[in-house]
């Protein structure tokens, strides 16, 4: 997808949602979907590459009216920040390096969803299920490169 045909997407994906579309919605749309499971320094570090003036407060502001709209998803595996996603409304789980926190999706293991049956529903409706998958990435799991002694 070229930057124009992502800019009319994000365009037309706020006003589907009766969100006004502004410059510091878009430039958090693009920041997210270029860097997937951004947490949201990058996610404002990146916003301010293209518009400087936009404040710290007013991405916040703009994650949480986007999730709650249902535009992004905010996961937040045990003892990490907060991160956000494009991809949102197909109940995928995530895989989450233990040593370097690298976080990447997996898909529902088994059907729509929630794609997991509780064992006990307690009276609840379920409709999702989130499951965090844990150990260690390529990189974080392969051994040292040893160098030979002088």
Same mark, same amino acid.
């Given at each position: 997808?070229? =930057?124009?045909? /992502?800019? +009319?997407a994000h365009?037309?994906?706020l006003r589907a949602v009766s969100l006004r579309v502004t410059k510091p919605r878009l430039a958090v749309l693009d920041a997210v979907a270029e860097n997937p499971h951004a947490d949201t320094e990058t996610v404002y570090r990146t916003v301010r590459d293209t518009l400087p003036v936009v404040s710290r407060q %007013?991405?916040?502001?703009? *994650? +949480? !009216?986007l999730t709650t709209s249902g *535009?992004?998803?905010? &996961?937040?595996?045990s003892g990490s920040v907060a991160r956000y996603e494009t991809r949102v409304g197909d109940n995928h789980h995530h895989v989450v390096c233990r040593s370097c926190g690298v &976080? %990447?999706?997996?898909?529902? !293991?088994?059907?729509? %969803?929630?794609?997991l049956d509780a064992s006990e529903s307690h009276g609840f409706s379920i409709d999702e299920a989130e499951v965090v998958y844990?150990? =260690?990435?390529?990189?974080?799991? !392969?051994?040292? &490169? /040893?160098?030979?002694?002088?």
């Open positions: 997808m070229t =930057l124009m045909q /992502s800019k +009319a365009q037309e994906h %007013a991405v916040y502001d703009v *994650l +949480a !009216a *535009l992004l998803r905010r &996961i937040q595996p &976080i %990447a999706d997996v898909d529902c !293991a088994v059907g729509e %969803a929630p794609c844990w150990g =260690l990435c390529p990189r974080c799991s !392969a051994p040292p &490169i /040893s160098r030979p002694r002088s």
